[in-house]
């Protein structure tokens, strides 16, 4: 690591204030990527700003029919909190299975969407249930907040306060880990609500993105069977050692098949 | 004896206290006062001319005392790394031995080679100076692929080429004759994947030199101490045995990777002299990848002739072993000695042949990794057997059945060096087919397939010589050691003992198994017994702990001592007892004139020994402490039969071992608790080359793709499953403990075992042959591009 | 650059002055020379630095000692008391879930963590939780049957560590 100053602001707007006066800011949530990245060498911020003072970023709760979960809520706490396994279920089922224990109980949903690493989990639950995230100056889609690799319509010192999740009828996660790191070669999320049908695919591509060939078929008949013969083209789709586009591709329709069965 | 546990108990570990309760020593958890601490600058390109080093700023940056390159070594006379084994060619020419500086001067030759060391107040410290380090480096093209190596036109590593050896084993004539009347000829292409040790603990070193004594100390993570001692003093850093110690402390983990001399112990012994405080070093795990030698990395062809009856005629193996840029010190060996002698297998076959072709790449450097050589000999063995039973259509366990060395054959002559001495491969084989429910495999199979699984059957026999080595026979083989081993026993007045070795136990458990020896030989509890190793102060010699020899032969030498203690018990006894020496027994931890009821403990004959007021001090030393030396007549042959039982999920091509059962014959068990954890450790290991673990580069560039366990993908404990091992024993018949050995039996026995599971799932398929490993892309790929057969047809 | 830090491990105020990139997993070795807790990666993966910071297992090497500030640390020194053994311990060292060690004190202190989660685990449940703990030696074998009498013995109470 490269020497840095260190902060750990116990108000948003003390936080706000220290990522704006910092000369190279970083925010820090649950760090469980900017310390490895920092370890790396890789970044070399002049202040790192905690967050994880602030405490009223950490919370879950449920308003009617909206599942509100604080920026800095582990997903250890998601992954064990009764209301998010009673609301969604699949969200829970997400959080319990990013990482490994030790990780989940430092990681967290603001870090995981801010971060907006093409392997990461949340994404795509975001996505596939319409979630907003609202942060210290507006609101915003999932799919206006993600842009692309590691980027997300956040301002610099802009800072994710919480996620809004409207409780679907059916969810489900399905995903397929990386066998060295475990973080999702693809990952798929399907939300049902009322006729309408979400799949969010994470892993695949430089961002979440949606499969809306999927979606359709899935309006009319929201089944397994219904996915059978679509494929998702393999341009654009990342490729590495351990999966290549067009096995990624393969893997979109196993997974989104086995989320559709997994919503029951 | 009553409560002395004996040989062939599971005593619970002596060593487990101070690691349940993180009270261990390993070399990162020792500091020396005044320690600085050194960071080793590597190079980014896998191959590159160095024309200029500018270090100034480094040196200038905030808690740096020093800053070293290549040439300062050199200035300092101090030489190369050696190369402990020599290799000669087919046309006696001697293998090709390039130079292998610690530090690099003017050439870089793999992606982490060691170009300059840092040496600062801080670990953080020596790495901030080391970015201001301004090298000009000259990107050369970099040869990377085993198979490229000898293409024409390829980079050279070397000026004088990519070969290091071409040498070849076994009566060429006899095969091609063989050959030529044979009935079914199989042939194969095969792979042994290149694979990372990883020892959870990453190596560190400390220098220390003590300026007053002008001593020097080498705390290192080393499975043999007195070899580091031995290379390092006087080949590299010439300084004498007497002011050199090494220690090897609790070392976490070897697998073969912590045997051999290093640049940076090299380095930081040497610095340490120069800035005349201790010097440490630690590796991160992105270096070790860097750093550490790595394993396997064979690309073969063979051939098996057979006779109508199934009966193997002839094998033709032609291999290129990839040894990386440099000769790691053991490296010559693995691809020849210890892996050509060993394709007779458990097999009767009269004619073997095998050259092997060993060259230089633009990679790291490739050594012993658990089983070294020998899993790459059965991996090719037991696949071409395999495929030569689904050619002929005869039962694989049958087939190997009809070829097995006969039980009343030993000694047996194998026409590829080695003399076994005993075995009986269907023993292990029938108990791993009734343990693994063999028989049942159809139905299960069948199952499966009714919920879309893809499920297979794979066996595995194999064969290791281990306990290495009886130093005549290594010498003929190009060893420039003897390899023998040592054991000191030493009595203290009360009667306990402390043993010390010169083996190094680094997660083996030396310190429980050669005290049951040690309690079962003098009738001693084993809480009276000290079992030392790993300091080469303490310890009069020692050739470590690899190749599954430290209980055949480090443990032999341990009963010579014991001998002499006992004999020289019994003139001490006959003495105090007013007998003569032949009516005294020792039995039972007691001194006993036969047939009599007089006798002498232990303890007071080892008081007598020592406060000798009553002692025959004319015609006996007083004193109990005996050494000894054991070279053994014979490497000892462990083997078995490993069958793994797979279910592969064909929308995915992710494999799942859902039975994996393991029959080995070690010879006389000591621990049968700790033999079944070193199985199961093997096997763990054997499983990830098989499905997971690949060390993979760019073919271009040479960048290491799989430098962290983000890439290199190691076994998890929600990969694997739980194991189903069992022994059944033939004794060594040429070692006072009958022993043979079990450290490296599973990384052998089981990636041919699950292999051939995989193979056997993909059938349908008419997939005759995977290369390791069979990872879920490789698996689905393969299933996308071929139209299973109806099941009903198989 | 220095700060101030202070928590409390193994039930002692400890307290120093250290850069802010200092890692807890280096606090605990180099300032208070608890050298139990290991670092066998540098990609947060291999488990071998996990204690547990305010009752939660945490890999150490992934936490800055300075957001520690005010947490109470346990590392596998202090989950037992003296000549004793905490039940988790006992239980690798009746099994054999042990061979170099290295990895030990973090899979320890993750089991402990485990059965404060799940008084009574499956196998696959281990194996699973265990998934950020890497180990070379035991093929996990042993670990999994000593984790499951671990927490037999713990009785399923979360009293411990």
């Not at chain 1, 979606?215 to 654009?236: C, H, N, R, V, Y």
């Not at chain 2, 970015?131 to 000026?159: C, F, H, M, N, Q």
Request: glycine share 10%; proline share 6%.
């Amino acid at each position: 690591m490269y020497e840095f100053s260190y902060q750990a602001p116990t108000s948003l707007a003390a936080a706000n204030a220290a990522i704006a006066a910092a000369e190279d800011g970083k925010l820090m949530a649950g760090g469980m990527t900017l310390i490895p990245t920092l370890k790396q060498r890789l970044a070399r911020p002049s202040d790192v700003i905690d967050l994880s003072k602030i405490t009223e970023l950490k919370s879950i709760r449920r308003e009617g029919n909206t599942l509100v979960i604080g920026a800095m809520t582990p997903h250890a706490m998601v992954a064990d909190s009764s209301v998010v396994k009673e609301a969604i279920p699949a969200l829970a089922a997400l959080a319990g299975n990013i990482g490994d224990p030790a990780v989940r109980n430092r990681g967290t949903i603001g870090g995981s969407i801010c971060n907006n690493d093409p392997a990461a989990d949340y994404p795509s639950a975001l996505v596939a249930l319409g979630a907003t995230v609202k942060t210290d100056r507006r609101s915003l889609s999932a799919e206006e907040f993600f842009t692309g690799m590691f980027e997300t319509a956040l301002e610099l010192d802009e800072i994710v306060t919480s996620v809004s999740f409207p409780i679907p009828e059916k969810a489900a996660y399905a995903k397929f880990p990386n066998p060295a790191s475990r973080y999702a070669v693809v990952g798929v999320f399907v939300a049902k609500t009322g006729g309408a049908a979400k799949v969010a695919v994470t892993g695949a591509g430089a961002s979440v993105f949606r499969a809306i060939e999927m979606e359709t078929a899935l309006a009319k008949s929201f089944s397994a069977t219904a996915l059978d013969g679509i494929k998702t083209p393999e341009d654009g789709l990342n490729s590495d050692i351990h999966a290549s586009a067009a096995y990624r591709a393969h893997l979109i329709t196993v997974m989104a098949k086995r989320a559709v069965a997994a919503c029951g | 004896m009553g409560d002395v546990p004996s040989i062939g108990s599971p005593v619970r570990r002596k060593e487990d206290m101070r690691f349940l309760t993180g009270q261990g020593t390993y070399t990162d958890d020792i500091n020396r006062p005044g320690q600085l601490y050194a960071y080793v600058l590597r190079s980014p390109h896998a191959h590159a001319a160095i024309g200029s080093i500018d270090s100034a700023a480094a040196k200038a940056a905030p808690g740096v005392t020093a800053v070293f390159t290549g040439h300062d070594m050199v200035a300092d006379g101090v030489g190369g790394l050696p190369c402990g084994w020599q290799i000669h060619s087919k046309d006696g020419s001697p293998m090709v031995e390039p130079p292998h500086m610690p530090l690099v001067t003017d050439t870089v030759r793999h992606v982490g080679d060691p170009v300059a060391v840092i040496i600062a107040d801080t670990r953080e410290q020596a790495e901030d100076a080391a970015e201001l380090i301004e090298i000009d480096y000259r990107v050369l093209p970099a040869v990377v692929a085993t198979t490229d190596a000898l293409t024409s036109g390829k980079p050279k590593v070397w000026d004088t080429g990519n070969l290091c050896y071409d040498w070849e084993i076994g009566d060429r004539a006899a095969v091609d004759a063989a050959f030529a009347k044979a009935a079914h000829v199989t042939k194969l292409d095969l792979v042994n994947n290149r694979l990372v040790a990883n020892p959870m603990e990453p190596r560190a070193a400390i220098g220390d030199y003590d300026r007053g004594t002008g001593d020097y100390t080498l705390y290192t993570t080393s499975q043999n101490p007195h070899v580091i001692r031995l290379l390092m003093g006087a080949y590299v850093l010439h300084l004498p045995e007497h002011k050199l110690r090494v220690v090897a402390p609790d070392v976490g983990g070897g697998f073969g990777s912590k045997i051999y001399h290093y640049a940076e112990e090299a380095i930081v012994t040497w610095a340490s002299a120069k800035v005349k405080r201790p010097v440490k070093w630690t590796a991160d795990r992105s270096e070790a990848f860097l750093s550490d030698a790595q394993g396997r990395d064979h690309v073969s062809h063979a051939e098996l002739a057979l006779d109508a009856d199934g009966k193997f005629l002839a094998l033709r193996v032609e291999t290129t072993a990839n040894l990386g840029a440099y000769l790691s010190t053991f490296a010559p060996a693995i691809p020849t000695i210890l892996y050509a002698t060993l394709l007779a297998g458990t097999y009767t076959t009269p004619a073997i042949h095998c050259a092997v072709k060993a060259v230089f790449t633009h990679t790291i450097p490739v050594d012993a990794y658990r089983g070294a050589g020998r899993p790459e000999a059965t991996y090719l063995l037991e696949r071409i057997v395999d495929m030569a039973a689904a050619e002929t259509g005869i039962d694989p366990g049958e087939l190997r059945r009809r070829n097995f060395i006969p039980r009343d054959a030993y000694p047996y002559q194998t026409p590829v060096a080695l003399n076994y001495d005993s075995g009986d491969y269907f023993a292990t084989l029938s108990m791993a087919q009734e343990a693994a429910d063999y028989a049942g495999f159809p139905a299960r199979q069948a199952a499966a397939r009714a919920k879309g699984k893809l499920r297979g059957i794979g066996m595995a026999t194999y064969i290791e010589a281990c306990g290495i080595a009886p130093s005549a026979v290594a010498g003929a083989l190009g060893a420039r050691a003897g390899l023998y081993e040592t054991a000191e026993v030493r009595v203290h007045p009360t009667g306990s003992v402390t043993v010390f070795t010169g083996t190094h136990s680094h997660g083996q458990g030396h310190e429980t198994t050669f005290a049951q020896v040690v309690a079962d030989g003098l009738g001693i509890p084993i809480e009276q017994i000290e079992v030392v190793h790993g300091d080469t102060d303490k310890i009069p010699f020692g050739m470590g702990t690899y190749g599954s020899r430290s209980l055949a032969v480090g443990g032999s030498a341990v009963v010579k001592a014991i001998d002499k203690v006992v004999a020289k018990g019994r003139k001490i006894a006959a003495h105090l007892l007013e007998a003569a020496e032949a009516d005294i027994e020792f039995r039972d931890g007691k001194f006993q004139v036969a047939g009599t009821d007089r006798s002498k403990s232990f303890a007071e004959i080892a008081l007598a020994a020592y406060v000798p007021h009553n002692y025959p001090i004319e015609t006996l030393e007083p004193g109990l402490d005996e050494t000894a030396f054991y070279d053994p007549k014979n490497f000892t042959y462990p083997s078995g039969c490993h069958i793994a039982e797979v279910e592969i999920d064909p929308d995915t091509g992710v494999t799942k071992i859902v039975k994996f059962t393991a029959a080995d014959d070690f010879g006389r068990i000591i621990n049968p608790m700790i033999v079944e954890g070193q199985v199961h450790g093997g096997v763990a290991q054997g499983i990830g080359q098989a499905l997971m673990e690949s060390c993979v580069y760019d073919p271009v560039s040479g960048q290491l793709l799989t430098g962290s366990y983000m890439d290199y993908c190691m076994p998890r404990a929600d990969d694997l499953p739980s194991f189903d091992v069992a022994t059944n024993t033939t004794l060594c018949t040429h070692n006072p403990l009958g022993v043979k050995g079990c450290g490296e039996a599973g990384a052998i026995g089981a990636p041919p075992a699950v292999m051939n599971a995989v193979i056997n799932a993909l059938k349908p398929y008419g997939i005759t042959h995977i290369d390791m490993p069979a990872t879920p892309q490789k698996l689905w790929r393969l299933i996308a591009d071929h139209t299973p057969f109806p099941v009903a047809a198989e | 650059m220095a700060t101030p830090v202070s928590m409390k491990v193994n039930g002692k105020t400890t307290s120093a002055s250290v850069e802010p990139r200092t890692l807890l997993v280096q606090y605990l070795r180099e300032h208070l020379g608890l050298t139990g807790t290991h670092i066998g990666c540098d990609t947060s993966q291999c488990g071998a630095c996990v204690v547990h910071v305010d009752g939660v297992s945490v890999k150490s090497c992934t936490m800055l000692a300075v957001q520690a500030e005010g947490a109470t640390i346990t590392t596998i020194e202090g989950l037992a008391n003296d000549e004793t053994l905490h039940p988790m311990q006992a239980a690798f060292r009746e099994h054999h879930g042990l061979q170099c060690g290295f990895c030990t004190p973090g899979m320890v202190m993750s089991a402990v963590d485990l059965v404060r989660h799940n008084p009574k685990p499956s196998d696959p449940e281990i194996r699973e939780w265990l998934e950020g703990n890497i180990c070379r030696c035991t093929g996990y074998h042993n670990i999994v049957k000593a984790v499951k009498a671990g927490a037999e013995a713990m009785g399923g109470s979360a009293s411990h560590g």
